[in-house]
T-cell receptor
Framework: LAKTTQPISMDSYEGQEVNITCSHN???????ITWYQQFPSQGPRFIIQGYKTKVTNEVASLFIPADRKSSTLSLPRVSLSDTAVYYC??????????FGKGTKLSVKP | EAGVAQSPRYKIIEKRQSVAFWCNPISGHATLYWYQQILGQGPKLLIQ????????DSQLPKDRFSAERLKGVDSTLKIQPAKLEDSAVYLC???????????FGPGTRLTVT
């Protein structure tokens, strides 16, 4: 199973760009990388998913280098409402889904 | 579109008792997941179903946990007998197919005393 490592916490200010990196050294060939956001007392919510290179949607970008041993979630211009725990999830279509321990992002005014 | 439904939302039991959780996924979603989330940790996959078949149950403590999805729609997760370390939030999620975006329910918070 692919083990993932993320920073425990990060601080930022409103309007800044935040980059959260996840390490997954033994990612398998058919594993995807997915990022989720979780607020207290709620289930995780999907942010973005990718396999390689760069993926962008309306809320975030995901950068995956060629060796796929890490990935970086980029949140542009964060606001107070982005304060949450962010998880990277590595796994494929055959299960083997592993969540990281999460990065607690605190956005300050 | 209705989301993933779970019940109960909260449950308190004594150790050695049994408990069951229910999940109704989003209509049409073939893949269903049960996760255990201990306070301060990321969710841990317990079992993944594709329709009514098991894809991955490698982290399910099979001596005390069981899960079924008999008709390929809703699912139940059972713990018998419960231990103190089973205190956690049990999350159910579904996706249209394996590997796709997962939609999570609100979870069931279990306290074992």
């Amino acid at each position: 199973l692919a083990k993932t490592t993320q920073p425990i916490s990060m601080d930022s200010y409103e309007g800044q760009e935040v980059n959260i990196t996840c390490s997954h050294n033994n990612i398998a060939t058919n594993d995807y990388i997915t990022w989720y956001q979780q607020f207290p007392s709620q289930g995780p919510r999907f942010i973005i998913q990718g396999y390689k290179t760069k993926v962008t949607n309306e809320v975030a970008s995901l950068f995956i280098p060629a060796d796929r041993k890490s990935s970086t979630l980029s949140l542009p211009r964060v606001s107070l409402s982005d304060t949450a725990v962010y998880y990277c999830l590595v796994g494929g279509s055959q299960g083997n889904l592993i969540f990281g321990k999460g990065t607690k992002l605190s956005v300050k005014p | 579109e209705a989301g993933v439904a779970q019940s109960p939302r909260y449950k308190i039991i004594e150790k050695r008792q049994s408990v069951a959780f229910w999940c109704n996924p989003i209509s049409g979603h073939a893949t269903l997941y049960w996760y255990q989330q201990i306070l301060g940790q990321g969710p841990k996959l317990l079992i993944q179903f594709q329709n009514n078949g098991v894809v991955d149950d490698s982290q399910l403590p099979k001596d005390r946990f069981s899960a079924e999805r008999l008709k390929g729609v809703d699912s139940t997760l059972k713990i018998q007998p419960a231990k103190l370390e089973d205190s956690a939030v049990y999350l159910c999620a579904s996706s249209s197919r394996q590997g796709d975006e997962q939609y999570f329910g609100p979870g069931t918070r279990l306290t074992v005393t």
